[in-house]
């Protein structure tokens, strides 16, 4: 069984709502000012080489159109990394609301093993379906 779960942190337990939505953020930013610098980002090597989109193709022009709110064209260009950025970006949002209010309960995903084995298999086939997307819609 896969649950989410409102809990006070354990012991010792990284506490992923206060450090990481600053990491993604200063990213974001980055990011952001990179591409409006105009500055240009190498070719997949792995798709020069093989002439097959690796895993990751698409993804800096799915970043790009993001930075620019063109969510379509984001989705188009790779919709496994567009839905991942924009969940990150909401989990962010959502982190910030927690530290800013001071709440001690954190969002947490609490599975069993059959539920474990479950999410792997979801991640899987989310990334064989993206990447067949890519094989067949990425341009060049």
Do not use: H
């Amino acid at each position: 069984m896969i649950r989410l779960v409102r809990r006070p942190l354990i012991p010792g337990e990284f506490d992923a709502e206060r450090w990481i939505p600053p990491v993604i953020v200063g990213l974001g930013l980055v990011a952001w000012g990179f591409f409006q610098l105009g500055l240009t980002t190498p070719a997949c090597l792995f798709r020069k080489i093989t002439g097959v989109p690796c895993l990751a193709c698409g993804g800096t022009r799915c970043v790009r159109s993001l930075a620019g709110l063109d969510i379509p064209a984001a989705f188009a260009y790779s919709p496994l990394v567009a839905a991942v950025a924009i969940g990150m970006i909401g989990w962010s949002l959502w982190s910030a609301v927690t530290v800013i209010r001071g709440d001690s309960l954190r969002l947490r995903v609490v599975t069993d093993e059959r539920g474990a084995r479950q999410i792997r298999w979801a991640i899987g086939i989310a990334l064989v379906l993206n990447w067949i997307w890519l094989y067949r819609n990425l341009p060049v």
